[in-house]
């Protein structure tokens, strides 16, 4: 009761306020065109916000800060459709089915499946920061190093379903990625590694320029060698949303991906990305049409965005409740706050319960705004499918550079970017997906330091991933992810569920 | 259009002639415009979020700054930009104790002789916490603990080869025994994982744990330093229960502005009085004081012998302390 009626009375503060309203939708369109743009992240654009809030109260300059982090998150998956450009990597997973729908024609309706989901998982995400947050915040704390080494290689799992059938491709993949993260100084002791003794490499290959290299680079040259002109279907505007029906039929998957998504943001160290890995990966192997994956089934693009919002939400547990941020952007509305007086930690709720109830009603203001932004802008940035081919590559291959360059001011980066691509164009020609090399960028660092952190605890005991009830947990459903669905092959014998596995590869090989 | 071309031809005339001039005045004027001041840690980060508190202060001092993030390899990315660029006074960026050290240690293509030191920011002193939840009240206590339980005992710190990590490394030193020491990324992960248990002290600043130990969720053992805090009145110093953390040398976190080393002497003062008036204006006293660190603002030939001090006292531990793995 007593949530309900600080809720209600921040939320009518809220809606009594044009000023402040009309904040908020200006955060979450600058959120949405941060999130949009390869080379400008979230964080950036809460720091450039910054200094504008300066004259504002605390609570509307912090509830702009926070509208702009959700709506980069609904943002991200604008170029993830249209081009393949992951906006913020945590679009990766939704470039998977949400490109190919766009190269079907169906890039609209892709893109209201994507924006219905991030809704859906800001929602959820929202009911859990409003109702169970504190709880939430100290059952994750019982999670250590263990459980998210654990929970890396649960997200490495996806591996075996983003390349059916080409397990020892996707292998090889996944080392070439853990390979490039390893560059760089040492997570754990510091010491430089591969780097040759020069600066740029002491940085190591951040995941961005990777990211960008691999998924547009190869695109790019692909749609330049493509023979047949009208190798894209034309897009569609109309029926950008799904009928209730079809939205019933993604219900199930809308809420376990959110579900994950808020649960792997609440957990400090993992971030959004392995949300919506994980969550894809699962939605994969629930679904009925789960072979359809990959090849444009809006239930991939449901899972990724649906999990990425849930993220946002999820991200704000431990920030409002402990203090403690789970990622950059987090880290960066953690500084909002303090220069505006408060101090984060976990007595905020008492000493400004009002201005973190603004900022939880602000969330939910956010997501309704997402919602209008995402419909009317969808509009303008779909015209980029009109632009004829040989104009639009060029300019993005223009984007890449400028956005990876802007990402932390290193012309190295620009290298790193066309060197993977080029590498990935390589792959693409021998008919290798470059997707798990992205998962081993991504995976690799924490998957590498989560687990030599947990021995480190253990003193070199590697019992302690099956002794620790978490990790054991976690460890158990990731084998299970791998060998369940063979054996189950195989238990059938050669009926129609074995005959998934072979048809995607013959597909694949084509 | 003739009007124009005319008074473009003009503009030009007097540039050519005024040149000379001209520059001599840019040089008297510093700064004609805005200031790159490269923070070498993310966007959010402690040094990112102090510059930006700083920002508006510096605007008013008359000194106009564009913060850029150039995060990576313990701030040497950033300071390595910072040390070919170009010595006018439009580029400057923060150093740390933590860049200090991998520097000392040879980890990193970089001098410290690449830089003028201009003005001293901030100085945090670093505590060892624990759970509010653990059994250890005192730091007595905690050092039995580690006596009865030789290399077994986790003490967390955000990043390795720091100082954070030397003051770890002094704990165990204090104790007489072996430890083990668990990196993490970053200061928050460390608050979180002794929230919960997972390691059993750690080494921070009040700055980053101020408030989990007013809510009694983190509780503080002692200071690295040989004076009590004020802000931690009742926390005994190391130095107070007989043990020295400073055996090699004075080695302190604190981050300073520095510039690409050739500095013009008017520009290097323009620089240390606009941040000396920003630092010690009533604003950033009141954000220090809030978030625990402290205001020094050394400046000049005393902080180059501070900043080669600790320098050569982070080189002496690094040789005892940072053994490898």
Redesign the interface.
Known sequence: MDILSSLGTALLFELSNPYGLALILFGVVVGFAFGATPGLTA??G??LF??LT?PLPPDLAVGMMVALYCGSMAGGAIPAILINIPGTPSAVVTTLDGHPMARQGKAARAYGWALISSIAGGLISWLALATIAPALARV??????AEYAATALLGMTIIASIVPGQVLKGLLGAIIGVGLSVV??D??????RWTF????L???I?IMPALIGLLVIPELMNSLFERRASARAPTDLKGMFPSLSEWMGQAVNTVRSAVIGTAIGIV??LGGSVGSLIAYDQAKRFDRDGARYGKGAPGGVVASEAANNGVTGGAMI?LLT????GD????????GL??H?L??????FETSGDIVWAIIATMLLANIAIAAVGVVGFRFFVRILDVPRHLLAPALFVLAVVGTYSL???WFDVVVMLCLGTFGFLLTLANISVYPIVIGVILGPLLE?EVR?AL??S?GDWSTFLTRPGSAAILAVAVAALVLPTLLARLKGNGAAGGGTPHATAEQSK | MIIARRAILAALTAATIAGPAALAHAQSGYPTREVRWVIPW????SN??MA??L??ILEKEGLRVV????????G??GM?QVATARTDGYTIGNGTSSTLA?IAQG????KNEQFDHIIRVSVDPLILVVSGKSGFKTLDEFLAHMKANP??V?IATP???NINHIFAAMTARGAGVDY???????G??V???L?????QAGVLKPSET???I??G?LRPLGVFENKRLDALGDVPTFKEKGIDVFPYGPVVQMAYIAAPAGLDPKVRDTLTTKFKAALTSAEFKDFAA??GFIIDPLSGKELDAEVSKVADALAEVAKHV?AK?
Do not use: C, W
Request: proline letters at 11%; zero cysteines.
């Open positions: 964080t950036m809460v720091a910054i200094p300066f994750a704390l019982m999670l250590g190093p760089g100084l997570q754990i002791t510091g010491e430089a003794e020069t600066l740029a002491i940085r190591g951040d400090p160290a431990p402990l203090g403690i941020p950059t952007v987090t880290a960066m509305l953690l500084g303090m220069i007086g101090q984060p930690g976990p007595r905020l932390a001011n290193q330091s952190r480190v605890i003193g | 993310n966007a959010g980060g990112d979020i930006r508190v920002l508006p913060i850029e993030n150039v995060p990576g390899g313990t040497a990315i390595g991998i980890k990193v293509p970089l290399g077994k986790t990043g390795s080869n083990r020491h668990v990196p993490y990324p970053g928050s992960r608050v979180a994982e929230m919960g248990g997972q390691v101020m408030e989990q007013k809510s969720d809030k978030n940072f793995p």
